[in-house]
C-alpha cells in the first residue's frame, strides 16, 4: 500500500494567517496517504501546525526588511535557514513537496537536490504575476528563480491544464501533473439562509492587495449606488491596502454603505457568506480560490475574473458570472447584471451542487493518490500494486 511507503518532506516559506487553510487541506490529504510525514514552514504556519502529532513539524522565521537592501539579505538568509534542517529530513522522507512559495526557494531546492532528494513543486499561484500585479520591482529576478526551480523540479503540479499556458510552463509540459488539493466541509460550508431572505449585500472577502483588485472593487462601489441605492458592500480581509481602503471610503463619504470587518476566521466565514446576495472576486491573478467554493457551497453567487482555474469551475450565467476584465467600471457594471438576474437563485442552486460533487475529501484524496502512486512507482520508491 501507498500509505505504507510514501515518506514525503513538505516545505513551504513561512507562511500569513491566509495561508493555513491551503496547507491545511494538503497535509490533511498527505495524512490518508502516509505515516511519515515532515513539514518546515514558518510564522503563523509554524505555530499552526507544531501541535501536531501525526507531523514532525520545523519552523523558520520570516521578517519582511524596511527597504530593498534589507529585504533581499533576510530573504536570502531566510533561505539559508531551510538548508539545515533539509540536510537533516533527507535521511527520513523520500522525496520533497515545495509548496506555498515554494516556487522561487531555489536554496532550498538545490540542497534538497545535493541530497539525493526528488522535488515536487506544487503551483498554488503564480507568485511572478502577484509582484508583477503589485508593481515590484523584484518580479523579473523572481521570475528567474521560478524558471531555475521549474528545471531542477522533477515534477510540477498544477490545478487546471490552463495554469500552464498562463504561468508560461509550456517548456515544462512533460513534467506536469493536474489535480486540485482542495476539499470543503460541506456541514460547515452549507445554506443557512435561502439567498431569497437575504439583503443586498454584495461582499469582498481576501486579501487587501493589488493582485485581488481591492481598490478596483471599492471604486466600483459609488457606480454600483448610481443605480441600485439600497445595495449595500461588506469587506473581510486584511493587507496592506487596506488604509488606503479605509482612507477612499471616508473620502468619498461610503462609510454608511461599506462594512470593513478586517479578518475573518476561518470558521466564522459561513456566516457572513450566508449574508452575501453576491460575492466579488476581481483578481488579476489566481490559482484556484478557496472563498470561491466556499461561497458557492453556502448557496451564495460569484462574480470573479476569468483568471487561473476559475473559468473551469464558473460558467458565466450558469455556476456563476465572469468578468471580462478588472476596471471599476466592468465591476460595477456586472454587479448590476448579476443582481438584476432573473434565475440568480437557480445560479446559486447549480454552483452548489457543482462543488458539492467535485471538491469532496474524497475526490482530492483520489487524485492525488494517484498522482504519488505514479511518481513514486517512476521513482522507483515502491512496487507496483
Keep these: 500500500m501507498i500509505k505504507n ?32 510525514i515532515t513539514l518546515i514552514t ?16 520545523y519552523g523558520v522565521e520570516h521578517k519582511e526588511g524596511k527597504n530593498v537592501f534589507d529585504r533581499i539579505l533576510k530573504y536570502v538568509f531566510t533561505q539559508l535557514k531551510f538548508c539545515p534542517i533539509l540536510i537533516k529530513m533527507s535521511k527520513t522522507v523520500d522525496f520533497f513537496m515545495f509548496f506555498q512559495g515554494g516556487q522561487d526557494l531555489v536554496i532550498p531546492m538545490l540542497t534538497a ?89 454584495v461582499g469582498y472577502i481576501g486579501r487587501l492587495c493589488e493582485e485581488r483588485g481591492a481598490l478596483e472593487f471599492i471604486k466600483a462601489v459609488p457606480k454600483v449606488l448610481e443605480k441600485r441605492e439600497k445595495v449595500t458592500f461588506l469587506i473581510g480581509g486584511d493587507g496592506h491596502l487596506r488604509n488606503s481602503i479605509e482612507k477612499h471610503v471616508n473620502n468619498k463619504h461610503l462609510n454608511h454603505k461599506i462594512k470593513i470587518l478586517g479578518w475573518i476566521p476561518h470558521d466564522r466565514l459561513p456566516i457572513y457568506l450566508n449574508e452575501l446576495k453576491l460575492l466579488v472576486l476581481p483578481s488579476y491573478t489566481e490559482g484556484l480560490p478557496n472563498i470561491m467554493l466556499e461561497a458557492m457551497a453556502c448557496g451564495t453567487p460569484v462574480l470573479a475574473a476569468s ?65 504519488l502512486y505514479y511518481l513514486m512507482l517512476r521513482w522507483g520508491l515502491c512496487q507496483k500494486e
Design 113 to 201: 537536490k545535493l541530497c539525493g532528494k526528488k522535488v515536487v513543486l506544487l503551483f498554488e499561484g503564480s507568485s511572478v504575476e502577484v509582484r508583477k500585479a503589485r508593481r515590484d520591482p523584484f518580479f523579473k529576478p523572481l521570475r528567474l528563480l521560478v524558471i531555475i526551480n521549474c528545471i531542477f523540479s522533477n515534477a510540477i503540479i498544477l490545478y487546471s491544464e490552463r495554469l500552464i499556458k498562463e504561468y508560461g510552463l509550456e517548456r515544462y509540459r512533460k513534467k506536469i501533473l493536474v489535480a486540485a488539493r482542495h476539499f470543503l466541509d460541506f456541514n460547515k460550508f452549507k445554506v443557512k439562509k435561502q439567498l431569497s431572505q437575504r439583503d443586498e449585500i
Design 307 to 371: 483568471v487561473g482555474s476559475i473559468p473551469d469551475i464558473i460558467s458565466d450565467d450558469h455556476t456563476g458570472f465572469l468578468l471580462k476584465e478588472n476596471s471599476p467600471e466592468c465591476i460595477a457594471e456586472n454587479i448590476l447584471r448579476a443582481l438584476k438576474y432573473p434565475h440568480l437563485q437557480r445560479v446559486a442552486v447549480k454552483a452548489r451542487d457543482f462543488v458539492e460533487i467535485n471538491f469532496t475529501y474524497a475526490t482530492a484524496v483520489k487524485q492525488y493518490k494517484k498522482i
Design 5 to 36: 511507503h510514501l515518506k514525503v518532506g513538505v516545505v513551504t516559506f513561512p507562511i500569513h494567517a491566509s495561508g493555513i487553510t491551503p496547507l491545511s487541506n494538503l497535509l490533511s490529504i498527505l495524512k490518508t496517504l502516509s505515516f511519515n
Design 42 to 57: 514558518g510564522n503563523s504556519g509554524y505555530s499552526f501546525f507544531r501541535g501536531d502529532r501525526q507531523i514532525y513539524t
